[in-house]
């Protein structure tokens, strides 16, 4: 499981006031990533069945399982590279709902496509990364295993989203209405 040592708190983290490079990009590449699997899992869903439909899912898998590999890399690379502290002008339930946020968020990540490939494992259809590389099935084919998963994903999904939308709000009040630095360091990286 998640490594608590990882989401250490972000008072004792690295001394660096900014993000570097590599957290940036991880950042808003995985962004990228959620914002296309997310409504391309809601339309594929209500397609008929069609080779279209089965592409689609395969496209819906691969992104899923990058994000759950660049997740994997980036609490990797962040283990070696702690975060920026928080900024010291945040009240105390701010910096706790921060870190809390960033924990869950972390989790969704890891979670989400998780919950997706066991699925994809129980309805008997195995995981091709990019059309190359097989994945292993997670559990063997149960109709119905395949249908608690698909409750049990698309829950996931929801909340991932909530918190997303949460977390998102929250970095634009510090930009728009407190005007400090919280978004900007997330954005650095063109300004240097
Ligand atoms: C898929 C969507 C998103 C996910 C999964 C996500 C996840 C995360 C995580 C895990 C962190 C903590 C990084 C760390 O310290 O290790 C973080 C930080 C941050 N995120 Fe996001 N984020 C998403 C979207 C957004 C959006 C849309 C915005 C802005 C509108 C945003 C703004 C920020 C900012 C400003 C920080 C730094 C917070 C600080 O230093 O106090 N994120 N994000």
């Given at each position: 499981?998640?490594?608590?040592?990882?989401?250490?708190?972000?008072?004792?983290?690295?001394?660096?006031?900014?993000?570097?490079?590599?957290?940036?990009?991880?950042?808003?590449?995985?962004?990228?990533?959620?914002?296309?699997?997310?409504?391309?899992?809601?339309?594929?869903?209500?397609?008929?069945?069609s080779p279209d439909k089965?592409r689609l899912?395969?496209?819906?898998?691969?992104?899923?399982?990058?994000?759950?590999?660049?997740?994997?890399?980036?609490?990797?690379?962040?283990?070696?590279?702690?975060?920026?502290?928080?900024?010291?002008?945040?009240?105390?339930?701010?910096?706790?709902?921060?870190?809390?946020?960033?924990?869950?968020?972390?989790?969704?990540?890891?979670?989400?496509?998780?919950?997706?490939?066991?699925?994809?494992?129980?309805?008997?259809?195995?995981?091709?990364?990019?059309?190359?590389?097989?994945?292993?099935?997670?559990?063997?084919?149960?109709?119905?295993?395949?249908?608690?998963?698909?409750?049990?994903?698309?829950?996931?999904?929801?909340?991932?989203?909530?918190?997303?939308?949460?977390?998102?709000?929250?970095?634009?009040?510090?930009?728009?209405?407190?005007?400090?630095?919280?978004?900007?360091?997330?954005?650095?990286?063109?300004?240097?």
């Amino acid at each position: 499981m998640m490594n608590t040592q990882l989401l250490q708190d972000r008072e004792t983290a690295g001394p660096n006031t900014h993000y570097n490079r590599a957290a940036i990009l991880f950042h808003w590449l995985v962004f990228v990533l959620i914002l296309v699997a997310f409504p391309l899992g809601l339309y594929m869903h209500g397609l008929a069945l069609s080779p279209d439909k089965l592409r689609l899912y395969s496209y819906h898998k691969w992104i899923g399982v990058t994000v759950f590999a660049i997740t994997l890399a980036r609490l990797a690379f962040r283990a070696w590279h702690p975060p920026p502290s928080l900024l010291p002008s945040r009240s105390a339930w701010e910096r706790s709902a921060a870190l809390a946020a960033h924990g869950l968020l972390y989790a969704f990540m890891l979670i989400v496509p998780i919950s997706g490939w066991l699925m994809s494992s129980a309805m008997g259809f195995q995981t091709v990364w990019f059309g190359l590389i097989p994945l292993p099935d997670l559990i063997a084919k149960s109709k119905e295993a395949a249908g608690m998963l698909w409750l049990l994903h698309q829950a996931l999904n929801f909340l991932m989203v909530c918190l997303i939308l949460l977390h998102a709000a929250a970095a634009l009040k510090h930009h728009f209405l407190q005007r400090d630095e919280t978004l900007k360091r997330m954005l650095s990286w063109v300004q240097r």
